[in-house]
């Protein structure tokens, strides 16, 4: 299985669901329905790897740090 499947799965999740942020867990969830032997740490590079190219942002809501596509809903900071 191949990072770029792993990456494409979470970037259809992000596009398709209807909230625009989302909390690893849901994620993995995603994931695994798509690709049923994708490991936890598998997923979590796939996520950095997109964090890093700018497809996905953190969002911290303070206690706890969740996932967003990035120019979807307000995942942005206001400036």
Do not use: H, W
Request: charged fraction near 35%.
């Amino acid at each position: 299985m191949a990072m770029e499947d792993i990456k494409k799965a979470i970037v259809e999740f992000a596009e398709t669901n209807k909230k625009t942020k989302f909390y690893f867990k849901d994620i993995e969830k995603a994931v695994q329905k798509v690709i049923p032997d994708a490991k936890m740490r598998e997923i979590k590079k796939a996520c950095t790897e997109l964090i890093n190219d700018g497809t996905l942002i953190y969002f911290s809501t303070g206690s706890s740090t969740m996932y967003g596509l990035k120019g979807r809903g307000m995942t942005e900071d206001p400036e």
